[in-house]
């Protein structure tokens, strides 16, 4: 390293460490343990007589001056601010991996999130707000095991964050006058087989957020419906709290005693596991050096294509699609929508669709994604086939050149190469698991959309299905392949 990257870093370190604190009416021994953080901003808004947008403009220019990843100097410049002890100011301002919870006041990353308020009334009357409370798959308080109350936001023409602020002011105002007075040691009181309970919910989330954050490490894929794109609009927007919890409780096993607390059930009884070995692993790593997962997923089913030899993902396709031609034959249609070749929708009376060469029906494009997707080795566009023929002749050349599979014959009147794989039986046995995994998630994807069609959607509007397929190798145990029943929601996935 260069002697100016050395000077660089010093000066970096130098302007941090000798910041000149802002002068602050606060009072060691204010800040709760776990608040959430726009309790701390209203308090110091009363205490600074402050208003919400002031409180925006001091955070910015004198907290928010790290990177996201100087997460412990910004921990240490607040503990320094505001004279608490380091230990009480991480449980307030450091980032909440599993919650949605506010730990700064950014109006465009807040402007979405919050519609509603949430708080424990009882908690309310200590003067205390948890950053738990805000989370909105947690149903009771963790600490007086009652339901959570939940007020809409009230509409005003300031932000929505402020709005959010002066909302909880005044709730706290309501029920514990002089609140912002106290100190955190009589704040909240809490007995000892409260204190056990919260200790205890308090240890299972901060597990579930390590293992939350250390996911993307030993995640080696993850699968769904929509592995291949596709061009159709999300509908909705709220998260699966129940698949949430789901894989919280798979991650991070969670006690019993604390199951009443969630929105929805932490059981996980449809969760399925198939264990593979770690030898499988080692050789799937390798495979990585030199191929993608959409490159073998597609190398793998051109090859059974090119055989004649369906597998039985293929089959359970060819299946999908018998169904639902005899569930509507084309001759018989009544759908009023249709969907042009090239975009764009036609409504029309029942019957009608069927003289309008460009447009297809609904259930013809659910067929036929099937089949394009999985079965059609023979398009009958020119360009298609050429584009089609040359992508399985360059996955073919890189797959002999790395030495994964060998060429054992030819087919399509001997221009097209037969391979042989040189993996493992297991491997095989695992690339079959999880694409058949996949084709029974998009085919519930595709029918909950020709559903919705029925009951008045614009087939434009397809709900799209979560990720639920998740190949997981953890420290020294054996290769998972965990996957959840299909389940419909929205574009955001938390994990």
Same mark, same amino acid.
């Given at each position: ?297 597609? &190398?793998? =089913?051109? !090859?059974?294509?090119?055989?004649? $030899? /369906?597998? *039985? ?7 999908? @699609? ?112 999880? &694409?058949? =995994?996949? !084709?029974?998630?998009?085919?519930? $994807? /595709?029918? *909950? ?7 008045? @959607? ?38």
């Amino acid at each position: 390293m260069s002697n100016t990257n050395h000077e660089k870093i010093k000066l970096t370190k130098s302007r941090h460490n000798n910041i000149r604190l802002p002068k602050i009416n606060w009072g060691r021994g204010r800040l709760n343990k776990h608040e959430s953080f726009v309790a701390f901003a209203a308090k110091f808004c009363r205490l600074n007589c402050l208003t919400p947008k002031q409180f925006r403009e001091f955070w910015k220019t004198s907290i928010n001056i790290f990177d996201n990843d100087q997460q412990e100097k910004r921990v240490c410049l607040i503990a320094r601010i505001l004279n608490e002890p380091k230990s009480v100011v991480r449980t307030v301002f450091e980032n909440r991996p599993l919650d949605t919870s506010w730990n700064s006041m950014d109006s465009r990353a807040c402007h979405y999130r919050y519609n509603s308020i949430s708080y424990c009334c009882e908690c309310l009357d200590d003067g205390f707000h948890g950053n738990f409370h805000e989370s909105d798959w947690l149903r009771k308080c963790p600490i007086h095991y009652i339901d959570l109350t939940r007020e809409l936001l009230k509409y005003s023409s300031n932000l929505k964050v402020d709005r959010y602020l002066l909302q909880l002011l005044s709730l706290l105002d309501l029920n514990c006058p002089g609140w912002e007075f106290s100190d955190s040691k009589y704040s909240l009181k809490i007995d000892i087989k409260k204190q056990k309970i919260l200790n205890e919910f308090l240890n299972w989330r901060r597990e579930a957020e390590k293992s939350v954050t250390k996911r993307p490490y030993w995640c080696l894929g993850s699968f769904g419906s929509n592995y291949y794109s596709f061009d159709f609009k999300p509908n909705g927007k709220v998260y699966n709290h129940n698949l949430l919890m789901q894989k919280l409780g798979w991650m991070t096993p969670i006690p019993e005693k604390l199951y009443g607390l969630f929105d929805e059930s932490p059981l996980y009884s449809e969760l399925d596991i198939q264990y593979f070995s770690k030898k499988l692993a080692n050789e799937l790593k390798a495979l990585f050096l030199t191929h993608r997962w959409y490159e073998l997923f597609d &190398l793998y =089913k051109s !090859v059974y294509l090119v055989k004649g $030899e /369906l597998r *039985t993902f293929q089959r359970m396709v060819e299946i999908a @699609i018998n169904d639902i031609n005899l569930a509507h034959p084309l001759h018989s249609c009544d759908c009023i929508w249709g969907i042009s070749k090239i975009g764009g929708l036609i409504n029309c009376l029942p019957g009608d669709l069927k003289y309008y060469g460009n447009y297809q029906c609904p259930y013809e494009i659910a067929s036929n994604q099937l089949y394009d997707r999985w079965l059609n080795l023979f398009p009958n566009n020119d360009s298609e086939l050429c584009r089609k023929w040359g992508y399985y002749d360059s996955l073919v050349d890189n797959a002999k050149n790395n030495g994964i599979a060998s060429v054992v014959g030819y087919a399509c009147e001997g221009q097209k190469p037969i391979l042989e794989f040189n993996w493992s039986n297991e491997l095989t046995v695992l690339f079959d698991n999880i &694409l058949e =995994k996949v !084709v029974l998630a998009e085919i519930c $994807e /595709l029918k *909950t959309w020709v559903a919705s069609i029925k009951s008045g @959607i614009p087939p434009d509007f397809r709900q799209l299905f979560l990720r639920n397929i998740y190949l997981v190798k953890r420290h020294n145990t054996d290769l998972q392949l965990i996957s959840w029943p299909p389940s419909g929601n929205n574009r955001y996935e938390r994990y």
